[in-house]
C-alpha cells in the first residue's frame, strides 16, 4: 500500500514526457498563440465526437458563456440548468444578461430530470444546459424532445464526459456527436479527464453556430475579406490583393483563443485519451463491486434509459452518498477522518448552485426549489478518481472508507 504520507487526491492530471515533448515542440516554434496546432486539435477533436465542427478556447467556462452568445441568448430569455454542477454552467447565462434557473435532478442519475424540465417549463424558457455529471450522460433524448418542442436551444455541457460513448435504441452514440444537443461543451481543466492546462471546446454540427463562436472568442472579429460588410460600403480597397491586413468587427466578443501552447498539450493528451477511460473504468468498476452492499452508502448508478445498453463512459467522478443522518456523523467529521487517518482528501460534487450567495441574493432562489439536488449536494462524497491512481491507492479507499461503516 502506498505510503500515508502520500495523500490521494481527489483527482489529478497525468503527463508523459510525449506530451512534455509537445509543448516544448511549440515553445521553439515562431507561433505559439492560436494557431495550426490549435487547429490540429480541433480537427481530432471534431473526429472524436463523430461531429462537424469543433471549435477551441480558453475554457469550459468560456465555451459556454460562447454556445450561449452563438444561440443569441440575451436579456428577457430564461436558461434552465441543473443545480448539480459546477456554477459555470449557470453562470454562463448570467454572463449574457439571460435569467439562470434550475429544475430538479434525477435520484438515481443525479442528472437534469426530464420530468422537472417539462413541469418548470416557463414561456421565456430559451436554452437548457444539461450536464453529463460525473461522465453520465445526461437523458438527452427526452431533455431534447421537451426543449426542442418549445423552440429552445439544446445546449450539452460534457465537461465531465469527454470521449464517451453510449447505447441507445440498439444504436451507439457519441458525446458530442448525437442529435439531441445543438452544442456541447468541453473543458480541459487539469482534474479533467483529458488536460490541456487550461482550455475549452464547442461542439457542433451547425455551420452557423461554430462560425458565430470562431468569430465571438476573438473580438467578434473576421478577417475574410468576403466577409466584409460595413467597410465594402466605405469605399475601404477590401477586395484588393492587400486587403488581408484588414479586419471587421461585426459583434461584440472576447479574447477567449486558446493557445498552441496548450492546444499541443490538448493534442497530445488525446492520443492517451482510450488509456485514460480504461483507467478510470477499472477504478470504477472496483469501487462498485467492493463497495457494494453497505448500508447508509449509495453508489452511483445508470439511469434507465442507459440500463439495457453497452457503454463506454468516461467517467471522471466517484460520487457516491452518505447517510450521514442515519450513520450519526457529518461530512465534516467523515472528510476529516479519512484526511487524517488515511490519508484521502475527497471532495464534494456539488452544493446546489442555486443556493449559492449570489443566486440567493439575486435571483430569490432557496431551499425546497430542487428537493433531489439539495438531498444529494448535503450527502455527496467524491471518492479519489484519477489515471494514475495504483491499485494500492485504490484499496486504501476502499478500505478507508469501509472502516466508517464497521
Ligand atoms: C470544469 C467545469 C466547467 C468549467 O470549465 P473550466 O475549464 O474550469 O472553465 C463547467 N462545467 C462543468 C460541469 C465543469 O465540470
Known amino acids: 500500500m502506498a505510503a500515508k504520507d502520500q495523500v490521494v487526491p481527489y483527482g489529478k492530471q497525468s503527463i508523459s514526457e510525449d506530451d512534455i515533448a509537445a509543448v516544448v515542440e511549440v515553445l521553439r516554434s515562431p507561433l505559439i498563440t492560436q494557431g495550426p496546432v490549435t487547429e490540429a486539435f480541433e480537427n481530432a477533436f471534431a473526429e472524436l465526437c463523430g461531429a462537424k465542427h ?43 444578461g439571460a435569467t439562470p434557473d434550475f429544475a430538479d435532478i434525477d435520484e438515481v442519475t443525479y442528472c437534469l430530470c426530464p420530468d422537472s424540465l417539462e413541469d418548470n417549463w416557463k414561456p421565456d424558457t430559451k436554452a437548457v444546459v444539461a450536464v453529463d455529471f460525473a461522465g453520465q450522460p445526461a437523458e438527452m433524448p427526452r431533455i431534447a424532445e421537451v426543449a426542442h418542442s418549445k423552440g429552445a436551444v439544446v445546449i450539452e455541457d460534457a465537461c ?35 488536460t490541456a492546462g487550461e482550455g475549452g471546446m464547442v461542439v457542433t454540427d451547425s455551420d452557423e453556430y461554430a462560425e458565430r463562436v470562431r ?3 476573438s473580438h467578434g472579429m473576421v478577417r475574410d475579406p468576403r466577409q466584409f460588410t460595413h467597410f465594402n460600403t466605405h469605399g475601404f480597397p477590401v477586395n484588393e490583393p492587400h486587403a488581408w491586413h484588414l479586419y471587421e468587427m461585426q459583434d461584440l466578443g472576447y479574447n477567449f483563443r486558446m493557445s498552441d501552447i496548450h492546444a499541443a498539450l490538448g493534442l497530445s493528451q488525446l492520443g492517451r485519451l482510450p488509456e485514460f477511460i480504461k483507467r478510470r473504468q477499472e477504478i470504477v468498476s472496483r469501487y462498485n463491486s467492493e463497495l457494494n452492499g453497505i448500508d447508509n452508502l449509495i453508489l452511483p448508478d445508470l439511469g434507465e ?17 452518505f447517510d450521514f443522518e442515519k450513520m450519526g456523523t457529518s461530512r465534516a467529521e467523515v472528510l476529516k477522518g479519512l484526511k487524517e487517518r488515511w490519508a484521502i482528501a475527497c471532495q464534494s460534487h456539488y452544493l446546489p448552485v442555486h443556493l449559492q450567495p449570489w443566486y440567493v441574493n439575486q435571483f430569490g432562489y432557496g431551499k425546497g426549489k430542487c428537493p433531489n439536488g439539495e438531498r444529494f449536494g448535503a450527502q455527496c462524497i467524491s471518492l479519489p478518481l484519477y489515471t494514475s491512481m495504483s491499485d494500492d491507492d485504490v484499496s486504501r479507499v476502499i478500505e478507508g472508507v469501509s472502516s466508517l461503516f464497521n
Open 54 to 96: 469543433a471549435v477551441a478556447c480558453a475554457n469550459g467556462t468560456a465555451a459556454l458563456h460562447l454556445a450561449m452568445m452563438a444561440a443569441r441568448i440575451g436579456q428577457g430569455d430564461r436558461v434552465v440548468t441543473t443545480p448539480n454542477t459546477f456554477l459555470a454552467s449557470a453562470n454562463s447565462a448570467a454572463y449574457v
Open 160 to 194: 465531465h464526459a469527454v470521449g464517451g460513448r453510449f447505447e441507445w435504441q440498439g444504436e451507439e452514440f457519441r458525446v458530442g456527436g448525437h442529435p439531441w444537443a445543438d452544442m456541447t461543451t468541453f473543458s480541459f481543466h487539469p482534474v479533467k479527464t483529458l
Open 215 to 217: 468569430m465571438l472568442r
Open 305 to 321: 434509459w442507459l440500463r439495457d445498453g453497452s457503454h463506454r463512459l468516461s467517467w471522471h467522478l466517484y460520487a457516491v452518498q
